[in-house]
C-alpha cells in the first residue's frame, strides 16, 4: 500500500489498532457509534450501492496506472498527463 503517515488516521482505544483507510474509517465509526441517535449516520444502507457503484464509475474514467492520492483523487503532472506511480515514488 502507498497510503503512509500523511493519510489521517484513528488509534482505537479498545484495541490500539491504527485505521487510516478512509471508507473503513467511516464504517467503523458508524458500527461503533450506531445506538447513538444524537449521530446521524455516515453510511446509511439505503445508498450502499449507490456509492459503491459512483467509486466504480470514478474509477473508470481515470487511466489505468494512475496514482490515487489521499488530498485528490489522481496525481497528474504539469502538462495535465497523469502521473504514473513509478514516476511519483
Keep these: 500500500s502507498w497510503y503512509s503517515g500523511n ?11 491504527f485505521q ?19 449521530i446521524t449516520d455516515l453510511y446509511p444502507k439505503r ?21 490515487p492520492s489521499s488530498r485528490a483523487a489522481f496525481l497528474f503532472r504539469y502538462d495535465g498527463e497523469p502521473l504514473w506511480k513509478n514516476e511519483f515514488e
Excluded at 7 to 17: E, L, M
Excluded at 47 to 67: C, G, L, M, Q, Y
Design 47 to 67: 445508498i450502499e450501492s449507490e456509492v459503491i457503484n459512483k467509486v466504480r464509475a470514478f474509477d473508470n474514467i481515470f487511466p489505468s496506472r494512475t496514482r
Design 20 to 38: 487510516s483507510e478512509s471508507m473503513d474509517l467511516v464504517r467503523e465509526i458508524n458500527k461503533k457509534f450506531a445506538g447513538d441517535k444524537s
Design 7 to 17: 493519510t489521517p488516521q484513528i488509534q482505537w482505544r479498545d484495541s490500539g489498532k
